[in-house]
T-cell receptor, first 116, second 113 residues
Framework: ETGVTQTPRHLVMGMTNKKSLKCEQH?????MYWYKQSAKKPLELMFV???????ENNSVPSRFSPECPNSSHLFLHLHTLQPEDSALYLC???????????????FGEGSRLTVL | AQSVSQHNHHVILSEAASLELGCNYS??????LFWYVQYPGQHLQLLLK??????LVKGIKGFEAEFIKSKFSFNLRKPSVQWSDTAEYFC???????????FGTGTKLQVIP
């Protein structure tokens, strides 16, 4: 049990589909993240939300659209994806006090996305 | 932009061998440093972290890491590995004023019984 739950764990979609990834954190944290994990590449930060406001958008294509309705939930809406978007998408959370050093990230188990 | 280099992509060791995984980063200012581990089929989790103070940091399961500022390095060590240490290890650095962490490409460690 990680405290960060991601659904679905596996998703196969066509290039014309619209789907969403969901993340829920049960840790009372105030910051949430989407990362992309591809083979032999560093984890790529996609989006950061702090106190439900987007504070980082790492030049992610518009076919990825995040939504953070509250501090416990984070969505990644997907539409007209490309095969190269196939990857493991990780959600993470952290507690940002804004006062001291950045703390650790708590990760979910990821959603494995395959785009056909 | 900040970058993190992990020199070894795949390491194979026998049980009881000593381990050292290299990590170098590019940023010259104040940094927070982390090692994360991903066991097979599990989520990424924190192994140890360095914010300030003693540059030799001890983490869980007998792991330690040494921050050498002059070398921009934060190498992970364990004197005697076990089969259960088989996992992928990621070095990460935070140099931003807000929550932004840069990860290395990871090192897959395979420990042979």
């Amino acid at each position: 049990e990680t405290g960060v739950t991601q659904t679905p764990r596996h998703l196969v979609m066509g290039m014309t589909n619209k789907k969403s990834l969901k993340c829920e954190q049960h840790l009372g944290h105030n910051a949430m993240y989407w990362y992309k994990q591809s083979a032999k590449k560093p984890l790529e930060l996609m989006f950061v939300y702090s106190l439900e406001e987007r504070v980082e958008n790492n030049s992610v294509p518009s076919r990825f659209s995040p939504e953070c309705p509250n501090s416990s939930h984070l969505f990644l809406h997907l539409h007209t994806l490309q095969p190269e978007d196939s990857a493991l998408y990780l959600c993470a959370s952290s507690q940002d006090t804004g006062l001291g050093p950045f703390g650790e990230l708590f990760f979910g188990e990821g959603s494995r996305l395959t785009v056909l | 932009a900040q970058s993190v280099s992990q020199h070894n992509h795949h390491v194979i060791l026998s049980e009881a061998a000593s381990l050292e995984l290299g990590c170098n980063y590019s940023y010259g200012g104040t940094v927070n440093l982390f090692w994360y581990v991903q066991y097979p089929g599990q989520h990424l989790q924190l192994l140890l972290k360095y914010f300030s103070g003693d540059p030799l940091v001890k983490g869980i399961k007998g792991f330690e890491a040494e921050f050498i500022k002059s070398k921009f390095s934060f190498n992970l060590r364990k004197p005697s590995v076990q089969w259960s240490d088989t996992a992928e290890y990621f070095c990460a650095v935070n140099s931003g004023g807000y929550q932004k962490v840069t990860f290395g490409t990871g090192t897959k460690l395979q420990v042979i019984p």
